[in-house]
């Protein structure tokens, strides 16, 4: 069994900063791609960020610039530092993992989702 835990959304003024985390925990091996994704009222779920077990990162069009996604592959955990916040970043941002579990099998995971609220 695998639970995927994020945190740190809020509300925040345009301009802002929000760092969002995640962690992933239970029978888990290894840990290959880490990724965020959004989902704004009335849209579809979208590809914000997305991290290799080696640090090698893809960036929405977005979040290019403006988003930062890291990982602590020790703690099983990915962050998502957010600059120069807009309206439109508003959605809930939900963690995706693709764990390598005890098993041996390759399995993927969504978190709960975290509301990111950008208002003035």
């Known amino acids: 069994q695998v639970e995927v835990v994020e945190s740190g959304g809020g509300l925040v003024h345009p301009g802002g900063s929000l760092r969002l985390s995640c962690v992933a925990f239970?029978?888990?091996?290894?840990?290959?791609?880490m990724g965020w994704y959004r989902q704004a009222p009335g849209k579809q779920r979208e590809l914000v960020a997305i991290i290799t077990r080696g640090g090698i990162t893809t960036y929405a069009d977005s979040a290019k610039g403006r988003f930062t996604i890291s990982r602590d592959n020790a703690k099983n955990t990915v962050f998502l530092q957010m600059n120069s916040l807009k309206p439109e970043d508003t959605a809930v941002y939900y963690c995706n993992v693709d764990i390598i579990s005890r098993a041996g099998t390759l399995e993927n995971y969504w978190g709960q989702g975290t509301q990111a609220t950008v208002s003035s």
């Open positions: 239970g029978s888990i091996l290894n840990i290959a791609n």
